[in-house]
C-alpha cells in the first residue's frame, strides 16, 4: 500500500491546522495514498495556546478527532495525527489518534516517555501515557504507534515489533540544536533496521523544530524524505513482502539470544 508523510508548522488554532492538513490530506489521497502520517502537536502547539492547558484541550480535543475522522472519510485515506487528550486532571496525554479510511477511530495512542531531556521538561505540562503500547492491523501491515521521545527508547520499538508490528508511525516534534538532525536520522535507520521494519516519521517544522520527515525500510533506506519544508507530502509504497524479503536473509528477530525477558537462551 501507498504511505504519505505530511509535514507542516501548527499554530495555536486547531481549526486553521485542520485545513493544512485536509490540504496535505488531499495531495496523499491524489498521489493514491491509503495513509497518511501527520506529526505531534499537529491539534496545536502547545507552546502558542494562551491561558490555560487542560482547558484549551477540552475546548479542542473531541472535535479535532471528529474533525480527522471527516477528513479521512472525505479522502478516503487512513490518518495518525497528534494531539492533547484531557486526562480530568491539569496535565493532558500527549495522544496519537489512528482512523482508518471510513473515518472510524481504530486505537489511540498516549505518549509512554516524555521529553525530559536538553534542558526541557515536558512531565511538568504532560500527564505519561497509561495504556502501554499499540499495534493495530491495518491493510496488509500492522502498524505500531510511537511519538517522538519513544524513538529514543528501542525497547519499545521492539516490543511492537514482537507483538506484530511491521509500519512503525512516528510523528514528532523534534527539537532543534546541536547535532539533533543527525541523533533524529540515525535513530530512524536504527530502529527500522534493527526490527526489519517500515518507518514512516513525520515531523513538524517550526522555528524550533526539525521537520524531516520520511518513510525508510527494513533495510533503513529512506524511500521518501522532506528536509526543513514548512509545509509538504511524500508519498512511497510500503509493502509486507519488503519486511518477509529483508527478514528472511537478514532473520534478526528469529537470530536473537535474549528472550522477552531478557535472560538470554541456551544454546540450539
Same mark, same amino acid.
Given at each position: 500500500?501507498?504511505?504519505?508523510?505530511?509535514?507542516?508548522?501548527?499554530?495555536?488554532?486547531?481549526?486553521?491546522?485542520?485545513?493544512?492538513?485536509?490540504?496535505?490530506?488531499?495531495?496523499?489521497?491524489?498521489? &493514491?495514498?491509503? *495513509?497518511?502520517?501527520? /506529526?505531534?502537536?499537529?491539534?496545536?502547539?502547545?507552546? !502558542? +495556546? $494562551?491561558?490555560?492547558?487542560? =482547558?484549551?484541550?477540552?475546548?479542542?480535543?473531541?472535535?479535532?478527532?471528529?474533525?480527522?475522522?471527516?477528513?479521512?472519510?472525505?479522502?478516503?485515506?487512513?490518518?495518525?495525527?497528534?494531539?492533547?487528550?484531557?486526562?480530568?486532571?491539569?496535565?493532558?496525554?500527549?495522544?496519537?489518534?489512528?482512523?482508518?479510511?471510513?473515518?472510524?477511530?481504530?486505537?489511540?495512542?498516549?505518549?509512554?516517555?516524555?521529553?525530559?531531556?536538553?534542558?526541557?521538561?515536558?512531565?511538568?505540562?504532560?500527564?505519561?501515557?497509561?495504556?502501554?503500547?499499540?499495534?493495530?492491523?491495518?491493510?496488509?501491515?500492522?502498524?505500531?504507534?510511537?511519538?517522538?521521545?519513544?524513538?529514543?527508547?528501542?525497547?519499545?520499538?521492539?516490543?511492537?515489533?514482537?507483538? &506484530?508490528?511491521? *509500519?512503525?508511525?512516528? /510523528?514528532?516534534?523534534?527539537?532543534?540544536?546541536?547535532? !539533533? +538532525? $543527525?541523533?533524529?536520522?540515525? =535513530?530512524?535507520?536504527?530502529?527500522?533496521?534493527?526490527?526489519?521494519?517500515?518507518?514512516?516519521?513525520?515531523?513538524?517544522?517550526?522555528?524550533?523544530?526539525?521537520?524531516?520527515?520520511?518513510?525508510?525500510?527494513?533495510?533503513?533506506?529512506?524511500?521518501?524524505?522532506?528536509?526543513?519544508?514548512?509545509?509538504?507530502?511524500?508519498?512511497?509504497?510500503?509493502?509486507?513482502?519488503?519486511?518477509?524479503?529483508?527478514?528472511?536473509?537478514?532473520?534478526?528477530?528469529?537470530?536473537?539470544?535474549?528472550?522477552?525477558?531478557?535472560?538470554?537462551?541456551?544454546?540450539?
Amino acid at each position: 500500500m501507498k504511505v504519505s508523510v505530511g509535514q507542516f508548522r501548527p499554530g495555536a488554532d486547531t481549526t486553521e491546522n485542520l485545513k493544512t492538513m485536509r490540504r496535505l490530506a488531499h495531495q496523499a489521497s491524489s498521489e &493514491g495514498s491509503q *495513509l497518511i502520517v501527520f /506529526p505531534e502537536e499537529s491539534m496545536f502547539s502547545i507552546g !502558542k +495556546v $494562551d491561558g490555560p492547558l487542560h =482547558l484549551a484541550v477540552e475546548r479542542n480535543w473531541s472535535s479535532f478527532v471528529q474533525q480527522l475522522s471527516f477528513l479521512a472519510a472525505e479522502f478516503s485515506i487512513a490518518i495518525v495525527a497528534g494531539g492533547y487528550e484531557s486526562s480530568g486532571e491539569e496535565r493532558p496525554y500527549n495522544t496519537l489518534v489512528l482512523v482508518d479510511d471510513a473515518g472510524r477511530i481504530l486505537d489511540t495512542y498516549r505518549k509512554l516517555h516524555l521529553y525530559d531531556a536538553f534542558s526541557y521538561h515536558e512531565s511538568s505540562r504532560i500527564k505519561p501515557g497509561d495504556g502501554g503500547i499499540k499495534v493495530v492491523p491495518f491493510g496488509e501491515m500492522t502498524v505500531g504507534l510511537m511519538t517522538c521521545y519513544d524513538l529514543r527508547f528501542p525497547e519499545q520499538a521492539r516490543a511492537l515489533a514482537d507483538a &506484530g508490528a511491521d *509500519l512503525l508511525c512516528i /510523528p514528532a516534534a523534534w527539537f532543534k540544536g546541536d547535532h !539533533k +538532525v $543527525d541523533h533524529w536520522e540515525t =535513530l530512524l535507520k536504527a530502529r527500522a533496521i534493527e526490527n526489519t521494519v517500515w518507518v514512516a516519521a513525520a515531523g513538524t517544522s517550526s522555528p524550533h523544530t526539525i521537520g524531516h520527515s520520511a518513510v525508510l525500510d527494513p533495510m533503513g533506506i529512506a524511500h521518501v524524505y522532506l528536509t526543513d519544508e514548512e509545509e509538504g507530502v511524500v508519498t512511497t509504497e510500503v509493502t509486507r513482502k519488503r519486511v518477509e524479503d529483508v527478514r528472511e536473509f537478514l532473520p534478526v528477530l528469529n537470530n536473537r539470544r535474549f528472550a522477552r525477558n531478557n535472560e538470554v537462551s541456551s544454546l540450539r
